[in-house]
Every structure is written in C-alpha cells, then in structure tokens.
C-alpha cells in the first residue's frame, strides 16, 4: 500500500461496528486506526495524525461530543475532519446544536456506501491529492488519478518518491513541512529511513520540476524543512 494512502481513525466502542467500518474502509483503500473510548481517540490521534476522523457519540468516558470538542480547539488537529456517528435523528439535532464542530453528521443504522461518500467528500477537502483529483500550483499540473504531472504543458518525468512529494506539497502550498512529517507522509511511519533520505529526494525532485525550464518552486526553509512556494 502506498505510504500517503489516507488514515482514517475509527472510534467505536461497539467491536462488531467498529470490525465492519474498519473493513469497509481499508477495502476503499484507507489505511485505518482504532479507538474503543474517548480517552484512547485523544491518544491515537496524536500518534498517528488521521486524515479523517469517523467518532462515535456514545462512547464510556469521554463522549465523543467532548472529543470533538477537544480536537476542534486544538491548532495541529483542528482541521482534520470529523463525522459524527449518532444512534438517533434527535441526538445528531442535540449534536448539532451543541456546536462539536463536526464536520458532518450521519445516523445510525448507516448504510455503509453512504458513510463511504461522506468520507471521501470531506477528504476531497483535506486530502484532494489522495481522493484522485487534479491539483494546480501555478504552472504545475499533477492529476493524481493518472499519476502525470506537467509543467507549462510540458509532461514531466518524476520517480514514485518524487510524485509523492509533490503531491504533498500541492495540497498545501505554502505549508512548511519538516523532515521528519514529510517521513511520515510520503514514506511512511513503518519504514525506517533517515532524515537526510527526504534532502536527497527533495533534490531529484527540484531537477524534475525544472527538466524543461522554469524556476525552482521549492523553498528551503533553514531549520524547519521545506515548502513549495
Ligand atoms: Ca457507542
């Protein structure tokens, strides 16, 4: 599996529930993290940086209101989607009105394939790379379904590595990534590879961008890593 494939955290007290999302959302191609309680979603959240979070409302201890709360009000998590799992109309209203910031609400008993849709409609948002869209950085093109990138028209020829990187980084231009979440995102937390190993690709990645002309996009910035534009 690709290492900047999306993480989606799942947090579910009930097994058979949270078995079935699970499986449902890594045959769509997610990579997926558990949570049982409030507590343990607080916790995962900041070892493995989701993408999207799927958060149940009834949860024993901290209730996945109080959850949601808590990222929302934090900066490094505040933009990372949430959709509300509720077992009752009445209850998503309550949520609602309650002011959680979720993202989105869905009412249990969910059908699967509409929970799905949800996911991906806020990762086009957040992850518009990893949800098969075309991204724009000037005069930059990368289309992520067909993997090509061109530059002022002209097709571009860039190593997997590289292509990762790039879509990376036009997701969120201007955003200053260091070496260590660029790791993280493009190769994977699993993987042990050294810091300098991000320099080296960044570098064959500044010779692709520029093959047929143009100026480097990329921006070096001394002692936290890097950012494009
Ligand atoms: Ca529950």
Redesign the pocket.
Known sequence: MAADQPVVLVV???DAQREVLSYNLEAEGFRVAKAINGDEALLVVDEEHPDIIVL?W??PKTSGIEVCRQLKTRPETRNVPVIMLSARSEEVDRVRGLETGADDYVVKPYSVVELMARVRAQLRRTRPAAAGMRLEYEDIILDSETHRVTRDGASLKLGPTEFRLLSTFMEKPGRVWSREQLLDRVWGRDIYVDTRTVDVHIGRLRKALCQHGGGDPLRTVRGAGYALG
């Open positions: 579910e007290d009930e149940d009834m949860l």
